[in-house]
T-cell receptor
Framework: AQSVTQLGSHVSVSEGALVLLRCNYS??????LFWYVQYPNQGLQLLLK??????LVKGINGFEAEFKKSETSFHLTKPSAHMSDAAEYFC????????????FGKGTHLIIQP | GAVVSQHPSRVICKSGTSVKIECRSL??????MFWYRQFPKQSLMLMAT?????????EQGVEKDKFLINHASLTLSTLTVTSAHPEDSSFYIC????????????FGPGTRLTVL
């Protein structure tokens, strides 16, 4: 069975500092990987996705993630945090078939300190 | 583009009643939609996969007779929680694939169900 692990339920960074949110997957076959953001009382918004093309993926709002097969990781980064980045971030995976549901990590709450 | 809506956004019902939640793809056709459940401060759990014109596929542990899913058109899927109990209180979120060969799910804003 596939699983997604997000290390750290809460991450706090200062405004302007590097954001690093960790995600590891467990799958015998490299899956498709996604990062979603959820603002309070809103639905999930896609930040970026990896679908077996380029391993460094750039998304919206200055976020990017790198797929590392050897480490089974797909960490999300942003060079400089902004107050508006405060939200819940979810890493998700599926088996690579478009018709498959997603397996989500438990989420990481990103706190931005002024 | 790729907007998914849900109705209602919030619903409160009495124990034993049934509640229907609608999920609509507003600007695209969705042959496949998904239903997830999110408990407070927890992650999303896939409940079922809904394909237009066919029976839904439920994840292990999800009661088919309790969570009825209907995907009667390419833009609408409904989830009916039958004989609701307080433990069914949760945040229900749907998503839709934009096109039969898409790999990206677009999510609705969710429906907060409270069963008294």
């Amino acid at each position: 069975a596939q699983s997604v692990t997000q290390l750290g339920s809460h991450v706090s960074v200062s405004e302007g500092a590097l954001v690093l949110l960790r995600c590891n997957y467990s799958s015998s076959v490299p899956p498709y990987l996604f990062w979603y953001v959820q603002y309070p009382n809103q639905g999930l918004q896609l930040l970026l996705k990896y679908t077996s093309a380029a391993t460094l993926v750039k998304g919206i709002n200055g976020f990017e993630a790198e797929f590392k097969k050897s480490e089974t990781s797909f960490h999300l980064t942003k060079p400089s945090a902004h107050m508006s980045d405060a939200a819940e971030y979810f890493c998700a995976a599926n088996s690579g078939g478009g018709a498959d549901g997603l397996t989500f990590g438990k989420g990481t709450h990103l706190i931005i300190q002024p | 583009g790729a907007v998914v809506s849900q109705h209602p956004s919030r619903v409160i019902c009495k124990s034993g009643t049934s509640v229907k939640i609608e999920c609509r793809s507003l600007d695209f056709q969705a042959t496949t939609m998904f239903w997830y459940r999110q408990f407070p401060k927890q992650s999303l759990m896939l409940m079922a996969t809904s394909n237009e014109g066919s029976k839904a596929t439920y994840e292990q542990g999800v009661e088919k007779d309790k969570f009825l899913i209907n995907h009667a058109s390419l833009t609408l899927s409904t989830l009916t929680v039958t004989s609701a109990h307080p433990e069914d209180s949760s945040f229900y979120i749907c998503s839709a694939l934009q096109g039969a060969r898409s790999d990206t799910q677009y999510f609705g804003p969710g429906t907060r169900l409270t069963v008294l």
